[in-house]
Antibody, heavy 122, light 107 residues
Framework: EVHLVESGGGSVQPGGSLRLSCAAS????????TTWVRQAPGKGLEWVSAISSSGVSTYYADSVKGRFTISRDNSKNTLYLQMNSLRAEDTAVYHCAKKADDGLNLYYFDSWGQGTLVTVSS | EIVMTQSPATLSVSPGEGATLSCRAS??????LAWYQQKPGQAPRLLIY???TRATGTPARFSGSGSGTDFTLTISSLQSEDFALYYCQQYDRWPITFGQGTRLEIK
């Protein structure tokens, strides 16, 4: 069974930094692209960033480009999101998700973690 | 970026009845559309991909249709566990974008 468990969330002041982690198990992590999707309190889903299975290709939403960096360590089955220059509008639950097993380079997501809450406030 | 617009924002339906949720893309996304269900305090769950293919474990009462810019998620004979939030997502082009969601509530 696929498990994705996020950690690293917390409270931080505007301008601060956090590093989120997502520990994966139950599948061959190195074979699947993965993503971060966030959800502000009471709001909808917002895609943040994605990374290919090898880590060579990365993708970002305009709202986080230049501030967030996605990476992965396939030897540790772990996905990361380094978040710098945090703003109040980055406050959200951050979910990691696994790209579906379709054999194609299509990024829709068949397994999700429960998320970790990031609060940016002074 | 491709803007995904879902309607209605809230849909009130009685158990046992059917429901139709809509999702429109600001430009053609071919059939690269997924639907997710989210219940309070839970992670989203993939229901439909490729606009019309049910994901593993999705009950047959859920069906998806459409291509290009207009898509529909139809739920026949609503069960109590179907009352939730539903999101569409396009994956034709970067950046990936989600619709704002439709809340399906008990009438």
């Amino acid at each position: 069974e696929v498990h994705l468990v996020e950690s690293g969330g917390g409270s931080v002041q505007p301008g601060g930094s956090l590093r989120l982690s997502c520990a994966a198990s139950g599948f061959t992590f190195s074979s699947y692209g993965t993503t971060w999707v966030r959800q502000a309190p009471g709001k909808g889903l917002e895609w943040v960033s994605a990374i290919s299975s090898s880590g060579v290709s990365t993708y970002y939403a305009d709202s986080v480009k230049g501030r967030f960096t996605i990476s992965r360590d396939n030897s540790k089955n772990t996905l990361y999101l380094q978040m710098n220059s945090l703003r109040a509008e980055d406050t959200a639950v951050y979910h990691c998700a696994k790209k579906a097993d379709d054999g194609l380079n299509l990024y829709y997501f068949d397994s999700w973690g429960q998320g970790t809450l990031v609060t940016v406030s002074s | 970026e491709i803007v995904m617009t879902q309607s209605p924002a809230t849909l009130s339906v009685s158990p046992g009845e059917g429901a139709t949720l809509s999702c429109r893309a600001s430009q053609s996304i071919r059939s690269f559309l997924a639907w997710y269900q989210q219940k309070p305090g839970q992670a989203p769950r993939l229901l439909i991909y490729g606009a019309s293919t049910r994901a593993t474990g999705t009950p047959a009462r859920f069906s998806g249709s459409g291509s290009g810019t207009d898509f529909t998620l139809t739920i026949s004979s609503l069960q109590s566990e179907d009352f939730a939030l539903y999101y569409c997502q396009q994956y034709d082009r970067w950046p990936i974008t989600f619709g704002q969601g439709t809340r399906l509530e008990i009438k």
